[in-house]
């Protein structure tokens, strides 16, 4: 089990998110003297762009870090991030569609135990691939890991870039397997058990789909409304995660989906085993397949983070609470994939 005590860029972080999506823009302009955009918040990550003195841009969240506020800034007219900056070096404002939102923005926190909830929802994955627990890429970075991260993203995701990923995230929030598994399960469980084993025996249906649809009629009325929820999100964490380690997401919106899937797995299940018992069976659903070449692996992980002492599932309790937050906003301007 690869757990140790949380790094220190796990544990100053203190970020404020936006839960809900807000009519008003908080805009920044850069005072004084041009400034150096880095990739994170602090002085000692790369620099990635500058911005002129008098020039605006979007505040989209802000972080306080050991040297001091740090916030995520964007371009007026483009939502991509372009990195974080030093808050006080920005003269800031709000603006809005000159009335107050029906729903405004409603800032929160995040503690140390909450993120540390967010990054244990995909731990049956983390720790079958063995990775880190505690840290948000999970991963030493490094050339080689960056590398080895954007090659996983395109061969289980056809991820080949920032775009592919947001649209992958879009996906999972707007149905994933979940979808298909409720269509499917619909139609099996009203089969009489004749009509069920004359469409498994019809030489049209191959083998593997005949599991997916015994799987389906199996679980339906099992799940209900939780369905494959703890597939689909555990799988939206890892890739939150992943896609912060390939440089396909800052720091911010990582967080922002984490959370984001966070509270609705919270919400969905009473425990850390339902949890991965869900993640086991759409994990069935979604590849028979892999399931008979690695489905043993994966079930001793889940046996393993339920019974030892370290595990993030038995050290981090699951009634914690957990804020609601919005998708990343970039997310939800992508169309479903197909």
Avoid at 156 to 166: E, S
Wanted: proline share 5%; with cysteine; net charge negative.
């Amino acid at each position: 089990m690869r757990v140790s005590v949380l790094v220190p860029a796990l544990c100053f972080l203190v970020i404020s998110i936006p839960s809900l999506v807000s009519a008003q823009t908080d805009v920044g302009t850069v005072s004084k003297e041009a400034i150096q955009v880095h990739r994170e918040a602090s002085t000692s990550s790369d620099v990635v762009g500058a911005l002129a003195a008098g020039e605006q841009v979007r505040i989209d969240w802000s972080v306080a870090a050991e040297q001091g506020e740090w916030c995520s800034v964007s371009r007026l007219d483009d939502p991509r991030p372009l990195g974080f900056v030093p808050c006080q070096r920005l003269d800031r404002k709000t603006i809005g569609a000159g009335k107050p939102p029906a729903e405004p923005a409603r800032p929160f926190t995040l503690t140390r135990a909450q993120m540390s909830w967010g990054l244990a929802a995909s731990a049956l994955l983390t720790e079958h691939n063995r990775g880190r627990h505690d840290t948000l890429a999970g991963i030493a970075a490094t050339a080689q890991s960056v590398s080895d991260q954007r090659l996983t993203l395109a061969r289980w995701w056809d991820v080949a870039d920032r775009d592919g990923l947001l649209r992958a995230l879009a996906w999972l929030d707007a149905g994933g397997h979940r979808q298909q598994f409720d269509q499917i399960g619909e139609k099996a469980v009203h089969l009489s058990p004749e009509e069920f084993e004359a469409q498994l025996s019809n030489p049209e249906v191959r083998s593997d789909d005949a599991e997916t649809i015994s799987v389906a009629r199996k679980y339906f009325a099992k799940l209900g409304a939780r369905s494959l929820v703890g597939w689909d999100y555990a799988r939206y964490v890892s890739l939150c995660r992943w896609g912060y380690t390939a440089g396909y997401l800052d720091e911010g919106e990582a967080w922002q989906g984490i959370m984001h899937a966070a509270g609705i797995l919270r919400r969905t299940f009473g425990s850390w085993r339902e949890l991965g018992e869900n993640y086991l069976i759409g994990r069935q659903f979604w590849s028979p397949e892999e399931t008979r070449r690695g489905g043993a692996d994966y079930r001793a992980t889940f046996e393993q983070l339920l019974s030892d002492p370290a595990s993030p599932w038995n050290r981090i309790p699951w009634s914690l609470e957990i804020p609601e937050a919005a998708a990343p906003a970039a997310t939800r301007q992508r169309p479903d994939r197909d």
